[in-house]
Structures are given as structure tokens and as C-alpha cells.
């Protein structure tokens, strides 16, 4: 067994903090009319990190490596498929996108924390 | 031991303070060099050497971090700390593209190729909305840095499958860096495949290596966890990569296809458990352009079908059309294939050494070899090889590496660094070449963009944009509701700047709504005399009869550039 695919039960114990607080800043953000570059960071930190971590914390890698690159490339994939999804359904609209990620973010926060309470 | 971070922070110090004295209005066509001072290419040199020799004590890992971290930041950003504007017309026109699909919402893929292929741009759209920005331009000009620098993470990753010796997998991505020339890094949809690509093949590298390998694959003794090992669940990552697949297929022309052949390749050599995959992500690659690229298809497919296989046309545009321009030019190009011959030289003698050491790694020359049978596909505008030589890249360079240190034991002579030492240093001095020699007509200045903005200024969507060559940082905004015209591509065979001219005014005054502009820019002429597209000079020429036109007046002239419009008709 290798270092990177050690057993894990639980999520690292940040996600879930990160999964609920990085979405509720972008709201706060958008809310009050944040511009760049505090905007733009809040933004694009939240699209780089937010659905892949929601994803990946769910695998049970404890490699920070290989956790790194996999949540920020897994988010930039998931964001472009709900993006494309949305322009080719006729149903683009940034609201419509940032409220499918904040959910995906805010279910994978929920079931990380679920699986941390468990035994 | 403190060797080397002395010489790479001397070095990334030498090269700070030199930033100033470079001047990017002196260059000629050989480029960066011309211009660079003495003192920033000893700095650049000073942390080649100081990398390599961190190489050799991988057990300072912080030093290598920072130091590959560095010198990334020295190898892709000196042109961008210099420079007064992003590099190059393409990220304007991805820019253009991801503000059309915000601004209407929809993908229309009449408009052109990218409508075909919006993934990337639907993404861009995306960021830049959450950002709260104006314009993907706020984020596009350090793209090259940031880009390399994730990329190499990934890279970090994927040696880590293949060899547990940390010197060879540092020395690996410190080869990455030195040769990764060819300016796919930029804000592009080739840059975000790239990615996706290495992190697809990491995961099956890690996750479904078939356990024991193959005869004659020694292993490498690289980290995967084998496909009986069962702690991270295989549906979900196999998930994943489908979604990642998925993703470059709605991206990238040319990626999916690459990646197809890479899965593949891994398939034959038996290192691939998921024996279905290159088939799945063939079929994924095919239903796109057949049900999504369609519009694009239907006016391509002749030509497309027409260079398949025409391996003459393939070496003629890849190659024999490249080695032309001015003779600065020439030099530059020629330096490009000489990087690439010996890098994929030094790949051919790590694979041996490596087979030498019973170390041999299947899966990593399979990958290395598997994008040259894009070759054949087509020529890609001439740009196929540049592509087979990117897709290889990452595979090559860890091939490259073991030439020096084929096993844990071996390269801890003297000699053998400075055959490390050698090599580096001379990579070092091609890649600024390589890289930096369309850095002429590469770079735009502010004036030039300046000037853009007035020709915006000046004309209403609808209009006509001429220009005398497609490089000028236009198409940033209403990318689709223009027509543009570049005089060099229909440039008269007889009558030169003066029959040019004649076109471009007729073609202004039939052109109906919005208006037109012709612009002409210090970077066009460069572009047209550098790759010897026009007769040298041919640009000034026109702006000279130009401006002694009666038909035309300037509405904008600053030091590097001139705008054009029709003068008012004379009163009856």
C-alpha cells in the first residue's frame, strides 16, 4: 500500500469549514458589491477549490499533493460542465451557475461532515 | 549544502535587478536575447546551476520548490514584468469569445471554430462573472507563470508513478521547464487540456496500474497503488476522469484525440487496467464532433479529410514553410528543431539507460511515443508537430532525465554533474531563444492598444475592422458582431501597397453599418517582415499612402500605431 492511497474514513477536518465558509463569502461579496481584486480572489478562490473539494474529500486521499491538484482540477472540470451545460440548454445565467455550485459545495460539506461523525 | 540556495537566490537577485535595463522596442528578430542584459542571463544561468545542484540533495526539498518555483517565474514572466500588455492576438480573441457567450448566452456555432469547441470559454465566462471582472483580460497576462507552475504540480504527481528516486523526478521537471518552449501556455484552451491530459493519465497511473507489470516493464518502482488495492473507490475516481475526458472533448480540437491515443498506448503496453477507457474516451471524442461540432464540420470536412494522411503536406507546412522570414528568423527556427532533436535524443538514451538499470517503465515511453502518430491526422495549420512535441513533453522530459540518472545509484560522480550542469545551462540558453524569438511581433505596447481602442471608438458593432496583418490585440469585445479583414492574407501579387490600399478603401466604403477602420501597428509590420509574409517594408508603405490618401483620415496616431477612416464625402 502506498502513501497516497492509505485507508481514510474521514475527510481532512478543514474541508467542510471551507466548503461552508468560502460560498458564504461569495455571497457576502456579491451581496455588498465587492470588486477587485478582494472580489475577484473571494471568486476565483471559490471556483478553484470549492467543487473539487467537495468532490475529492469524499475519496479518502490523504496525499496533500495529490489532494491539491486533484480538487483544483476536478473544480475547473466540474465549473465548465455545469457552465456548458447551462449556455447549451439556453439556461445561462451567473446566478443560475453560482447557485449549482454553492449547492454541490454546501451537499459536499454535508457529507463530509456526516462520515467525520461517524464511528 | 548551502551552494545552492546561494546561487539561486544570487541568481534570481541578478536577474531582478537587470529587469529594468531590458528595452523590448530594441529587439530584432532574434528576439528576447537581443536585448537581454548580460547580468540577467548570468542570473538565469546562476539558478540553472543552483537547481541542479539541489538536484543532487533532494532531501532539501524546500530549496527545490522554491527553486523550480523561481525559476519558472524567471523562464515565463521576464516578457510579462517587462512588458506593457498581454502577448500575442490569441488571448484577446479568447477573451472576445467567453465575453460573446456571456453577453448573449448562448453558443452559436456558425460564428466560428471556437463555437464548436466553448468548453474553455464557457469556463472563462464563468470565472469571470464570479470574479466580479470587466473583461477575462484581468486574468490572462500571468497566465504563462501560473499555468507552468500547476502544470508542474501534476507533473510532480505523475513522476511520482513512475520512479521513487527524488533526484530523477526533480531533475524531470526542471527539464519540463527548460524546454517547454513552445507557447501553449498562455490563457487558451490547449493550456487547460494540457492539464487535464497529465492528471488524467496520473490517475490511472496511480489508481489502475495493472499489478504485477508486464514482462519487460521492470516497474520503475514508482508509487501506484495497484488495482487490487481497494481504499480509494475506483468508480468515483473512474468518474472523474470521464468527466475530465468529457471536458476536453468540449474544449479542444485536437487534445481529445492526443489523449485517446495516449490511453491507448497504455492499453498495448498492458498498463492500463481500465482496458475500455481509450475506446469510451474515442467514442466521447467522436459523438462531440459529430452531434455538437457539426457546424463546424460541414465546412471543413473535405479539406480536414482531404490531409489525412498526406504526410508530404504534414512536413511541408510543419517544417520546410516554418524555416523561412528573415534570416534572424531562420536562426530561431532552426534553433527550435535543434532543442527538440536533443531532447528527444537524450529521451532515446534515458530509455536505454533506464532498460540498462532494469528500471524500464512501459508506460512512460509508451506515453512519449504515443502522440506522433497525430503526425499523420493533418497538419494542424502547420502547428502538428509543435503539438506532438507539447503532448510528448512530459513523458520526454522523464525519459530525458534518466539519460543522467537511470537508477538510484547512478549520477553522484563529478562528471556526471557536470554533464547535468552542461546540458542544463545549454537547454537554459535554447529555450530563451526558443521561446522569446517572435517576441518582435509578440509583444504589444500600450500605444498599440491605445490605439485599438480608438479604432473600437471610432466604428459601432457591425463595422469593418481592416487591418494589415491579424496581429494587433483586437477582438477582445463583440468578437462576432464585426467583420475584420488582414490586407496581408489577399496582399496583391502585383501593384503591392498602393493595390492593397485601393482594396481596403473599397472594401471600407461598400461595408454598410457601424463604419470601418483600417489600423496599422508597429507589431503587424514586425509580424509581416519577422515570418516574411509581405515584402520587407510593405506596411510602412501602406501607412505612408495612407495618410497621403484623399479618401481616408487618421482618426488616431500615437507612436506605434494609426488609425484609419473614410474621409467625409465632399460637399456637392
Known sequence: MTASARPLRRSPAAWPAVLVASPAALVVVHATGVGPPVGAAVGLWFALSCPGAAVVGLLGIRDRLVALVLVM??????????????????????????????????????????????? | MIMAPALLAGGLALWARSLGGIDLRAMDDLGLVSVLPAPAGAGIALMVLGFGLAVRRPDHRWALVAGLGALVVVLYGTTVAVGEAPRGPVVWRHAGVAETLARTGTV?????????????????????????????????????????????????????????????????????????WVNQDYYAPQTFALLLFVVVVAVLRQWFTPTPPPA???????????????????????????????????????????????????????????????????????????????????????????????????????????????????????????????????????TLRL????????????????????????????????????????????????????????????????????????????????????????????????AVEAMYGSTRPGGLLVAGAANLPWKSRDYERYDYLALATTWPETGGAAEALAG??????????????????????????????????????????ASASPDLEVAHRNRDAVVFVLAPEPAP
Open chain 1, 73 to 119: 482540477v476536478v473544480s475547473l472540470s466540474v465549473d465548465t460542465a455545469v457552465a456548458t451545460a447551462l449556455f447549451y440548454a439556453g439556461a445561462w445565467a451567473p446566478g443560475t451557475a453560482t447557485a449549482i455550485l454553492v449547492a454541490l459545495s454546501l451537499g459536499g460539506a454535508l457529507l463530509q461532515s456526516r462520515r467525520r461523525g461517524r464511528p
Open chain 2, 108 to 180: 452559436d456555432p456558425t460564428i466560428d471554430a471556437y463555437f464548436n469547441w466553448p468548453g474553455f470559454f464557457t469556463l472563462t465566462a464563468l470565472l469571470t462573472e464570479l470574479g466580479g471582472m470587466s473583461s477575462a483580460m484581468a486574468m490572462v497576462r500571468w497566465t504563462p507563470v501560473y499555468s507552468n507552475l500547476v502544470l508542474l504540480a501534476a507533473l510532480a504527481w505523475l513522476y511520482r508513478t513512475a520512479t521513487p528516486d527524488p533526484r530523477l523526478r526533480w531533475l524531470a521537471l526542471g527539464l519540463f521547464a527548460l524546454t517547454n
Open chain 2, 216 to 350: 519487460g516493464d521492470d516497474g520503475g518502482g514508482g508509487d501506484h497503488a495497484g488495482e487490487e488495492d481497494g481504499t480509494v473507490p475506483r468508480a468515483a475516481l473512474m468518474g472523474i476522469v470521464v468527466l475530465m475526458a468529457g471536458v476536453v472533448a468540449a474544449s479542444h480540437q485536437l487534445t481529445p484525440f492526443a489523449m485517446t491515443a495516449a490511453l491507448a498506448a497504455l492499453v498495448l503496453v498492458r498498463r492500463c487496467a481500465a482496458r475500455g477507457l481509450p475506446l469510451l474516451v474515442g467514442v466521447l471524442t467522436l459523438a462531440w464532433l459529430a452531434f455538437m461540432a457539426v457546424a463546424y464540420l460541414k465546412g471543413h470536412l473535405p479539406v480536414i479529410a482531404a490531409e489525412i494522411g498526406d504526410l508530404t503536406d504534414v512536413a511541408r507546412k510543419n517544417v520546410a514553410d516554418r524555416v523561412a522570414g528573415s534570416p534572424e528568423h531562420r536562426m530561431v527556427v532552426r534553433t527550435r528543431l535543434a532543442v527538440t532533436a536533443a531532447l528527444w535524443l537524450l529521451a532515446a538514451v534515458g
Open chain 2, 504 to 545: 481596403a478603401e473599397q472594401a471600407m466604403r461598400d461595408h454598410g453599418d457601424g463604419g470601418a477602420a483600417l489600423i496599422l501597428t508597429r507589431s503587424q509590420a514586425a509580424y509581416t517582415d519577422l515570418l516574411g509574409l509581405l515584402p520587407p517594408g510593405a506596411l510602412e508603405e501602406l501607412e505612408r499612402m
Open chain 2, 355 to 450: 532498460r540498462g538499470a532494469r528500471r524500464t517503465d512501459l508506460g512512460m515511453v509508451a506515453l512519449g511515443a504515443a502522440p506522433f502518430p497525430l503526425l499523420a491526422l493533418q497538419p494542424y495549420g502547420g502547428e502538428m508537430l509543435l503539438r506532438v512535441y507539447l503532448f510528448s513533453l512530459p513523458f520526454v522530459c522523464y525519459l530525458a532525465a534518466a539519460a543522467f540518472l537511470p537508477s538510484p545509484a547512478a549520477g553522484r560522480s563529478a562528471a556526471s554533474g557536470l554533464a547535468v550542469a552542461g546540458c542544463t545551462l545549454v537547454l537554459a540558453a535554447g529555450f530563451l531563444v526558443s521561446r522569446y524569438g517572435n517576441e518582435r511581433m509578440d509583444q504589444y505596447t500600450g500605444a498599440e492598444v491605445e
